[in-house]
């Protein structure tokens, strides 16, 4: 019996074969997936027969073009660099389970991109941020907590939310993070994000018996959905008119400590970076500073 080839079936069978077959995180599941459904909705043919010319003509219509396009209508070349990476995998999945010949991604070159140089919050947006969140409740004072513990140790949102009290060290000034690939550091934090964290710990329902540390009001752990909107809109309280979110806070704190002279390897085993290159990253917005400064202040423009 031959397999089918219907969209919602290979749909089906390539989740299943992330997952499962290469052990692929949920989140980039979940995104390789929707960029392949996106594509073969647009493309309206079945997989079987996409050419090449149909793939370059999808990139092509989700261009950033220089004049300008709406956010999230079309998409900058980092992001067709992810999709037609996405679109590789799928059409290899394909080709590995012989429904075709061969993969029509491989006549592409991914479009050239340049080095990606994440939003960064100056120490007064941090300052600000920080101080627009209402204390007044318990979830307020759990915001507050949240905002300085992952500025102040330079945490993924993922590894906020999974945050165990048991793993805060107040004695000694540590957290133990659990990062990437369940790979365990130890990170310092200062006084100011203990004692936020000291205060949200007072003033949470008794009933709610978690280890885990931020709960959401009906004592479960909160999701990095509800972090990323929390911090959505304490920025617009603050007045930040930059488009921020959770990531932003971390890289914050790594470029804050880049610029007062932290050593490089010290940030990288902070951030928990598997090489040295991704925190290099950070010098070269220390870079980047200082050359806009040096552009607009020499005389000769």
Known sequence: MARSTAPSRLISDFRYHLKIERSCSPNTVEGYVADVRAFLEWVQRPAVEVTPEDIADYLESRRVEKSGASEGEQLSKRSQSRILSSLKSFFNFLVVEEIIADNPCDRLSS??????????????????????????????LRDRAILEVMYGCGLRVSEAAALQLSNIYFDDGFVRVVGKGDKERLVPVGGMALDAVKSYMDARPSQFDNDVLFLNRFGRQMSRVAIFNMIKKQALLAGISKTISPHSLRHSFATHLVENGADLRQVQQMLGHESILTTEIYTHLDSSTWQRDILEHHPVK
């Not at 991109?113 to 979830?139: F, K």
Request: zero cysteines; charged letters at 25%.
């Open 111 to 140: 479009p050239k991109i340049g080095r990606y140089l994440p939003q960064v919050l100056s120490v007064e947006e941090v300052s600000d941020l920080i101080e627009s969140v209402d204390t007044g409740s318990w979830m307020g």
